[in-house]
């Protein structure tokens, strides 16, 4: 059953301690992407890595950080220095052609 | 940079047609995309155009982009109750290159 998985759903945390969101597909795909959804707002690139390997910021990378040492991983921490860390985190991945980009079904991060 | 509009919200009757709008502004856009977002879930790709398209067909689905106005448009035939969600517009212009979405129209169908 092929497509990607993001753990856990529901993550909460107090606010000063770093945390990891766990992507994972088993599609073969080569590209990644990490997105921050707020409510009433659409989706707003965190990061995104084309190859193993290497990864760029997207428009906001301040106080979160990746990796992405396998190709079908690519976890996302988002750490105390990001002032407001309570969202919705989806990742996604691009198909061979690059021009499908499909959704995992995301977790909701709450940080008091 | 890069902008797509969307209306924020269509209420519509269920058996009725829904058409959801959106405009960008990037000409080099090459495909443009619809997400449908369910409560608490991830993004569904319904449907994409690529730029040398005028309209594309899917079942109930019909996307329609002017490229001079640079409108996209997706209408959905007989619209039923679990139609309601939040449909995301979206475009890019190459692969592997990011996504730009707009904000979200939220469809709500009524019996």
Same mark, same amino acid.
């Given at each position: 059953d092929g497509g990607i998985t993001q753990s856990p759903k529901y993550l909460f945390r107090k606010e000063g301690q770093n945390v990891t969101l766990s992507c994972e597909q088993n599609l073969n795909h080569d590209a990644m992407y990490w997105y921050r959804q707020d409510p009433g707002q659409g989706l707003r690139l965190i990061y995104y890595s084309q190859i193993v390997n290497d990864f760029q910021k997207g428009d906001i990378a301040e106080g979160y950080s990746v990796s992405r040492e396998k190709k079908e991983s690519f976890p996302l921490t988002v750490t105390?220095?990001?002032?407001?860390?309570t969202a919705f985190y989806l990742c996604a991945s691009t198909s061979g052609q690059g021009y499908e980009q499909y959704f995992g079904p995301g977790t909701r991060l709450t940080v008091t | 940079g890069e902008d797509v509009e969307q209306s924020l919200f269509l209420s519509v009757r269920e058996g009725d047609s829904s058409v959801i709008n959106c405009t960008y502004t990037? #000409? #080099? #856009?090459t495909y443009l995309y619809w997400y449908k977002q369910e409560p608490g879930a991830g993004l569904q790709l319904l449907t994409y155009i690529f730029s040398n398209m005028d309209m594309k067909q899917d079942q109930r689905l019909t996307v329609l982009l002017n490229k001079k106005d640079k409108h996209l448009s997706l209408r959905i035939a007989d619209t039923q109750t679990g139609d309601s969600a939040i449909y995301f517009c979206a475009e890019t212009y190459t692969g592997y290159s990011t996504l730009t979405f707009g904000k979200g129209t939220m469809l709500l169908v009524s019996p």
């Open positions: 105390s220095a990001q002032k407001n860390p | 990037d #000409s #080099s #856009s």
